[in-house]
């Protein structure tokens, strides 16, 4: 790999040459970690989602917040819509982008192998919230957290290392400050 960005080659703990990178200006830190914290924000937005539904469930139904059934449920089909959506987006335009120099947005790599494990879980969550909405089953609180706690582990991991890959001192192995400026995201 050529060195940029006045690198000097190093080696890491496995004896491999790694760029050894100079400090960044705050500047500069602020244009690599963009979209990382940009990410975060959107991240942010789903553990909270994720948190009242937990709570809720971890409650044996106190209803939080006074929330009744009908609301818990459309709670519920709005976080698995929005999750999906949030990761059609990152997987039609985002990943494809960072792939071309990140391995860690390619595919059958660890986060997009994360998002089909994700996706399954939030499919089976959606489609048992919906049979809760139309009436054809009785929403069942133990039954909510057993379909979360199917994926829940990996979604927790996928947010933080989706942000972690994003994050300054990763993007700035792989992309100029004039890339990361002119990158669509």
């Not at 059609?88 to 120099?101: D, G, Q, S, T």
Request: aromatic share 8%; hydrophobic share 35%.
């Amino acid at each position: 790999m050529a060195q940029k960005n006045g690198s000097t080659p190093a080696l890491n703990e496995n004896g491999t040459k790694e760029q050894k990178l100079p400090p960044l200006s705050l500047k500069d830190f602020g244009a690599y970690n963009r979209l990382a914290a940009q990410m975060d924000q959107f991240h942010n937005h789903f553990r909270l989602a994720w948190n009242d539904l937990q709570n809720a469930c971890a409650a044996n139904w106190k209803r939080p917040n006074g929330q009744k059934p009908k609301q818990l449920i459309n709670t519920g089909l709005r976080f698995c819509s929005q999750l999906d959506f949030h990761h059609k987006v990152e997987e039609e335009h985002v990943f494809p982008v960072l792939a071309r120099k990140m391995p860690e947005f390619r595919q059958k790599q660890t986060l997009l192998s994360q998002h089909k494990k994700i996706h399954r879980g939030l499919a089976e969550l959606e489609e048992y919230l919906e049979k809760c909405r139309s009436g054809e089953e009785d929403l069942e609180l133990a039954e909510m957290k057993r379909l979360m706690d199917a994926f829940g582990e990996v979604l927790w991991a996928h947010l933080d290392e989706e942000v972690r890959a994003l994050q300054a001192e990763n993007m700035r192995k792989y992309w100029t400050l004039e890339e990361m400026r002119s990158l669509p995201m």
